[in-house]
């Protein structure tokens, strides 16, 4: 039973280098996914609360943008090295928090040291052109810090997301305020301790717990210049218009509905055991999971083999619970919805030792579906897969470049000329073939097209150097030449 706000532990919010305990009286209680037991509480932090974290973090940030470049990303290194040595450590906070399976957990901290790594080149990525322009007359472009920048960030991956942008940021020079989401706020109190101890000096990185109240103060504050934004469309799309409205820079990641493609040349048992993990790893709450599985003529042997696998992957054994009761409520509002044509109901594959107030729910497929259906166009994000079907490629993409979403989109098949077809054709971001998780690792940019993604360019990989700095350019002469031109 979930305790009554009041009754735990609240967290403090991370600012100036120190742990704050919040002013606000509006808390919420952060629910274990397994159990449904509450674990602690998180304040919703007031505008009037980022505003001393914005000044503490613009102090510090003077000195941090004024040191270089390789003195900055030593601390990068230092904190993943922090991060390799207490993986499982972190990785348990994680699946506290938002339920993820540990191996989930585990996999989502080294993708996030990946983009460490990343960061950690900045020194051997940045360095700006120079050219003589004419004789003795140098340009040269530099980049500079922003100043202070802010995250927000969504709960299902509550250490990677962060990840994506605060060391690109703090390696730019800038100070980085995260508002994490309020249903997982422990993991990014583990990234200030790992910063703090990697010796990152106090104020550079800060945590500000809350909800609608402190992102929109967020968008407004004169004091940050810049905003990353991942989580669901609609909120993305007004922190977006917000942000952008009060002259920031802000790239906003939204939601997605990913379609999966299966062609009748598709390997059979690579193809369903693909799509299987792709539906139901992190209980189908990830922006890359499958979909809606786009079938392509006969490939009835291949959807029999999804739909017996799935089958077999019970919740609570196979795969963690959702992150809430209306979450998994919301998926079984979509099966009540679809009745008949639920050909396998996630309600019934849950482990029967699974603790009674977890939020856990199996697989469940949808099956002959239309393009127009809810469950065919909505983000549901569980561990749901609805199938269409149609009679050839051309079609399959018309009903993938129908989905106003375009994070992700894959196809299975064994011929280069027709993944090919398909990958110039989606209207997506990023597309796999014969990969249903088409993640693009470091240095490769992640990021949807659409309406799963505001603002230009990507939010992570080379795109990043250009969202978190100004650049500069400067034209020097230092010819002793008597010779004047326009430009003396
Ligand atoms: P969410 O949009 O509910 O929350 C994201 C953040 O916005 C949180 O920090 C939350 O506190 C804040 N927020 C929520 N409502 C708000 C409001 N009305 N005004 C201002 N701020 C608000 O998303 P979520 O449920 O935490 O995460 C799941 C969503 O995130 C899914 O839609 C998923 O597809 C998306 N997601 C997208 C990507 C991507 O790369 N495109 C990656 C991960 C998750």
Redesign the pocket.
């Known amino acids: 039973m979930n305790p009554k706000v009041g009754t735990l532990p609240a967290l403090p919010n991370y600012i100036g280098g120190e742990r704050v305990v919040s002013s606000s009286v509006r808390r919420l209680v952060v629910t274990k996914p397994t159990t449904g037991e509450g674990i602690a509480e998180v304040p919703l932090s007031s505008a009037a609360e980022l505003d001393d974290a914005v000044a503490r973090a613009q102090r510090a940030q003077v000195d941090w943008g004024n040191t270089g470049v390789k003195d900055r990303v030593q601390v990068l290194f230092r904190l993943k090295a922090l991060m390799e040595a207490q993986v499982d450590q972190l990785a348990r906070v994680i699946t506290e928090e938002n339920g993820k399976t540990l191996p989930e957990s585990r996999g989502s901290i080294l993708r996030a040291i990946e983009c460490l790594e990343f960061a950690s080149s900045f020194p051997q990525l940045t360095p700006g052109p120079l050219l003589e322009v004419s004789p003795g007359v140098e340009c040269r472009s530099i980049r500079s810090p922003l100043g202070v920048t802010a995250g927000?960030?969504?709960?299902?991956?509550p250490m990677m997301?962060p990840l994506w942008m605060a060391p690109n940021s703090i390696a730019s020079g800038n100070a980085f305020i995260l508002?994490?989401?309020?249903?997982t706020p422990m993991s990014s109190l583990e990234l200030a301790r790992l910063f703090e101890e990697a010796g990152l000096p106090p104020g550079i990185f800060s945590v500000v717990h809350?909800?609608?109240e402190v992102?929109?103060a967020m968008c407004d504050h004169p004091g940050i210049a810049a905003i990353g934004?991942?989580?669901?469309?609609?909120?993305?799309k007004?922190?977006y218009s917000r942000g952008c409205g009060n002259h920031k820079r802000v790239r906003a990641?939204?939601?997605?509905k990913n379609h999966l493609v299966v062609v009748p040349d598709a390997d059979p048992e690579m193809t369903a055991s693909n799509v299987i993990a792709s539906v139901t790893g992190c209980a189908g709450?990830?922006?890359?999971a499958a979909s809606v599985l786009v079938a392509v003529g006969d490939v009835e042997p291949i959807i029999e083999r999804i739909r017996s696998g799935m089958a077999k992957v019970v919740a609570g054994r196979d795969i963690g619970p959702m992150?809430s009761a209306a979450?998994r409520d919301r998926v079984y509002e979509y099966l009540d919805r679809a009745g008949e044509k639920v050909v396998l109901d996630g309600r019934r594959q849950v482990d029967a030792g699974v603790p009674a107030g977890g939020f856990f729910c199996g697989p469940s497929i949808i099956d002959h579906a239309s393009p127009d259906d809810a469950w065919s166009c909505d983000?549901i994000?569980g561990p749901v897969l609805t199938i269409v079907r149609c009679n050839n490629l051309e079609e399959a993409i018309a009903i993938e470049n129908g989905s106003p979403y375009g994070?992700a989109a894959a196809i299975y098949t064994s011929s280069g000329g027709v993944a090919e077809r398909f990958v110039q054709g989606a209207s997506a971001g990023m597309v796999g073939v014969n990969v249903g998780v088409p993640v693009p690792r470091e240095p490769f940019a992640?990021?949807?097209w659409n309406d799963?993604?505001f603002g230009d360019g990507d939010?992570t990989g080379e795109s990043a150097i250009e969202f978190w700095t100004r650049s500069k350019k400067v034209t020097g002469k230092w010819t002793q030449s008597g010779a004047q031109n326009w430009m003396s």
Do not use: H, W, Y
């Open positions: 927000i960030t969504p709960f299902n991956f997301v508002k994490p989401s309020e249903q809350g909800d609608r992102v929109e934004f991942v989580g669901s469309t609609t909120v993305a007004a922190v990641l939204g939601g997605a709450q990830r922006c890359m992150i979450a983000e994000f994070n992640f990021g949807g799963s993604s939010l």
